[in-house]
């Protein structure tokens, strides 16, 4: 079987696949890293966003061999180096940004790419940022309030609607 | 999915080979692909991807003064590449969603022609070429309805040629769920007339609207469009909308697009 080495959260991992393995079948069922979900398999929801090469990308609608040699960042590697939560993961648990929390890692990945590119977003940019991930809670409000507060600004306004 | 072998080559002229396969097909950015071979809709012996060739990726601007952007350019780069022509990269910071766009590429969606798809409209109304690694075809030329075109199997665009208007936009109208065009409209001004594309409309896929066409050539203004009337003749009626409202929608985003391109 064809073989990919690829660098998750910074570490070098290898493993056999298909050509048909999706990069997150990689990722849960070869390295067992399940904080990547599965929403809908039909590359509608984003719960599966991971970044590749620093790009926000959908894991499900990725093949494995597609990103041989790439750097990966999941879930599991924006805690901080001492455990601790991140900005934006400690503003979703501030603002309230998750319900059930299906959705929560694609939203922090999308969140944390959004970010990158544009450290102060108003409210409508987070809003169009975050259409390719669903929340099936239909928590959206406070997942927008937590990444206006990740990045710094007043979440007031917003929390008074 | 059913089981393939998935090939990476690093040229062109290796991904030429492979595709020449028997049942090879070509996977770009697979944000349409992949979901069709979920569904078991496809099912090729040999995927060949294209994202491993640096050669067709990027963005420049020839010695006629055209945006030349590689067929492998995803919609990202796109969106941030194409100052020079900044209804198209509107047009692409607007296609699906983020993640979509870090993976989709201009040669992929061209290719697919998906009835819907923004930039088959860009495409056709800048009269652009689509070259391929045999020959060059005009754009009135490439799209011959719906998934439909003039590429031969195992051909692939290696670069879309887009003239640079005087004036243009796009207006799309979303479908929220599928972030697809129910109706997109764009227009394109040049020196020697207007032109006009629809996507999302009709069953045949992208079309130009000859006699907005004609009334924005003498006019560059709405208001040119007041007498018009879209035909709903061939238009898709589906859930979302039936072609009478895809008619309507047609007339409304043209003028939408004609006022915001100033």
């Not at chain 1, 599965?38 to 990725?62: E, P, W």
């Not at chain 1, 998750?98 to 590119?117: E, H, I, N, S, Y």
């Not at chain 1, 710094?152 to 609607?161: C, F, H, L, T, Y």
Request: hydrophobic share 40%.
């Amino acid at each position: 079987m064809p073989k990919v080495t690829l660098r998750v959260n910074g570490r070098e991992v290898s493993g056999e696949v298909e050509g048909r393995t999706l990069l997150v079948q990689f990722l849960r069922e070869s390295l067992g890293m399940t904080g990547t979900h599965v929403g809908c398999d039909t590359s509608q929801c984003g719960a599966c966003t991971v970044h590749v090469n620093g790009l926000q990308v959908k894991s499900c609608t990725t093949f494995a061999m597609d990103v041989d040699g790439a750097e990966v960042t999941t879930i599991e590697g924006m805690a901080n180096a001492d455990g601790s939560l991140s900005v934006i993961q400690q503003a979703f648990q501030d603002h309230h940004g998750l319900q059930c929390g299906f959705c929560t890692p694609g939203m922090v990945m999308a969140a944390a790419a959004l970010l990158k590119d544009n450290p102060k977003p108003s409210e409508a940019e987070i809003r169009h940022h975050l259409e390719g991930n669903i929340c099936r809670c239909t928590g959206y409000h406070n997942i927008v309030k937590a990444i206006l507060a990740a990045s710094g600004q007043d979440v007031s306004a917003i929390a008074a609607e | 999915m059913y089981a393939f072998e998935f090939k990476r080559p690093k040229t062109l002229s290796e991904a030429v080979a492979a595709l020449g396969g028997e049942d090879a097909q070509a996977l770009g950015g697979g944000q349409t692909l992949i979901p069709t071979l979920k569904q078991r809709l496809a099912a090729p012996a040999t995927l060949v991807s294209l994202n491993g060739i640096d050669e067709i990726k990027g963005i420049c601007t020839d010695d006629q003064g055209r945006l030349c952007i590689g067929g492998g350019t995803t919609h990202a780069a796109v969106a941030k590449g194409a100052g020079a022509y900044p209804a198209l990269a509107a047009l692409a910071a607007n296609i699906g969603d983020p993640a979509v766009r870090s993976r989709g590429t201009i040669g992929g969606s061209v290719a697919n022609n998906d009835p819907s798809a923004c930039y088959p409209s860009a495409v056709l109304a800048s009269g652009a070429t689509v070259v391929t690694n045999t020959r060059q075809i005009a754009a009135d030329d490439f799209f011959q309805g719906m998934f439909t075109t003039a590429l031969e199997p195992g051909e692939i665009i290696t670069e879309v040629r887009f003239p640079i208007p005087q004036k243009a936009n796009y207006q799309k109208f979303v479908q929220p769920a599928s972030r697809f065009a129910l109706v997109g409209v764009f227009v394109a001004k040049y020196a020697d007339g207007v032109r006009v594309a629809v996507t999302g409309a009709s069953s045949n896929g992208v079309f130009r609207w000859t006699e907005a066409e004609k009334a924005l050539s003498a006019n560059f203004s709405a208001k040119a469009l007041d007498g018009l009337k879209a035909s709903a003749d061939g238009l898709i009626s589906d859930i979302h909308g039936s072609a009478e409202y895809r008619a309507h929608l047609i007339k409304v985003m043209t003028g939408r697009a004609v006022t915001a391109a100033g």
